[in-house]
């Protein structure tokens, strides 16, 4: 068996010390700690106390974290904006990476990342933990058997997502600044475009969306409305803060299934309920235990998926959540809001060159948005009421 791959994390916020460090310390065939960094010293130190490094051991300038050499990967835990210098620094200086959701914060980032790691020839992988759900697994296992024939449709509603701060001691309310996050739930949930491309098995091609503000005079929105469709199939995504049902329907030629989650529920909040598969058989409960609360959910995923990126780095091969999908989820979600803004389908790729790729939501205001469009009027990612 290989040596442990040596991790130095970059960031210290919640998803960093709640989820990511334990996730390696529960590998220890796979990984060791050996660095932190963090700029907020408050959380840098919190991090240097629950992983019992030294002082040595920990930075407040992540770069000199990624130029020591006993790292191998870095994984990057800050908010998105901030990850295109990570990582490309990273790879240059020749680390695999593995990277929070979503990649970045603009699509040109994005690009410029997967490409760094393919020149570096490192291993670039992302977040995408939710694949690894258990009754995700098994309703793409179904698929695959043929149990419902050619998939057709997919709708993934997460209308119950909980809209939770950030860490203390940076910014917690980063999430709500377009410039920083770079959309709002719909952004920070990019989950749902992921899973619905994963079912369809087909990448997405064109995107058309709606989407509102949660709370009057916020600047992200709170509702996202989103239809994804590729060369044969289309996909429905809908993700909103607040109490609407959540819950995952795959339809095929042959039949379909239904997942539900606990009170009508959203994932991950809402622990699995059971699985419906109906076929002209007859309807089946699909024998899956019910899913565990939140916490546990997460960690065991996170686990699985930092698990599933060393065997990617030891054979070679691209993980689960590879850069490269990430890049399009990433390019789905922007052109989700560019479609919401515009009022029309938006095709992906989005144009290299074409603002909303290089700038993200920043970009919509180098469009041609309609001054009846609702994004412009409720005032949604900088832009403003008379255009001005």
């Not at 030629?253 to 991950?268: A, H, W």
Request: with cysteine; glycine share 12%; charged share 20%.
């Amino acid at each position: 068996m290989p040596a442990p791959l040596r991790v130095g994390i970059v960031g210290c916020g919640n998803v960093a010390l709640n989820f990511h460090v334990p996730a390696y310390q529960a590998e220890p065939d796979r990984f060791t700690i050996t660095a932190l960094a963090d700029t907020t010293p408050e959380r840098l130190e919190l991090g240097r106390t629950g992983t019992g490094l030294t002082p040595e051991q920990v930075h407040g300038d992540p770069l000199d974290l990624i130029a020591r050499d006993d790292v191998d990967v870095i994984d990057v835990c800050t908010p998105q904006h901030l990850h295109r210098d990570l990582v490309v620094a990273a790879a240059a200086a020749g680390k695999h990476i593995l990277c929070e959701k979503p990649l970045a914060a603009t699509p040109a980032d994005a690009a410029a990342m997967v490409r760094a790691a393919d020149e570096a020839g490192v291993v670039l992988g992302v977040v995408h933990n939710y694949l690894f759900f258990p009754e995700i697994i098994a309703a793409r296992e179904l698929i695959d058997d043929g149990a419902i024939g050619e998939v057709r449709t997919v709708t993934v509603d997460m209308l119950g997502v909980v809209d939770s701060p950030g860490a203390a001691g940076y910014r917690p309310r980063w999430r709500h600044d377009p410039a920083a996050a770079g959309g709002g739930v719909l952004m920070d949930m990019l989950h749902g475009v992921y899973l619905a491309e994963h079912f369809l098995d087909e990448p997405v091609e064109r995107v058309s969306a709606y989407v509102d503000a949660a709370t009057p005079g916020d600047a992200v929105e709170g509702l996202a409305l989103c239809r994804l469709e590729s060369a044969r199939r289309a996909a429905l995504v809908n993700i909103g803060w607040g109490f609407g049902p959540g819950g995952i329907r795959i339809n095929g030629s042959k039949g379909r299934m239904v997942l539900r989650y606990r009170d009508e529920g959203t994932i991950p909040w809402a622990p699995f309920e059971a699985m419906a598969l109906t076929t002209e058989s007859g309807t089946e409960t699909v024998g899956l235990p019910p899913g565990q609360e939140l916490g546990p959910l997460v960690a065991d995923a996170l686990r699985i998926t930092v698990a599933d990126f060393a065997d990617a780095v030891a054979a070679g091969r691209a993980p689960a959540g590879s850069g490269r999908a990430a890049l399009r989820t990433l390019e789905a979600t922007v052109a989700a809001y560019a479609s919401a803004a515009l009022g029309r389908s938006v095709d992906i790729p989005l144009p290299p060159d074409g603002p909303v790729h290089r700038q993200g939501v920043i970009g919509l205001a180098e469009l041609d948005i309609p001054a009846t469009s609702s994004v412009r009027t409720r005032g949604l990612f900088g832009l403003t009421p008379n255009g001005s």
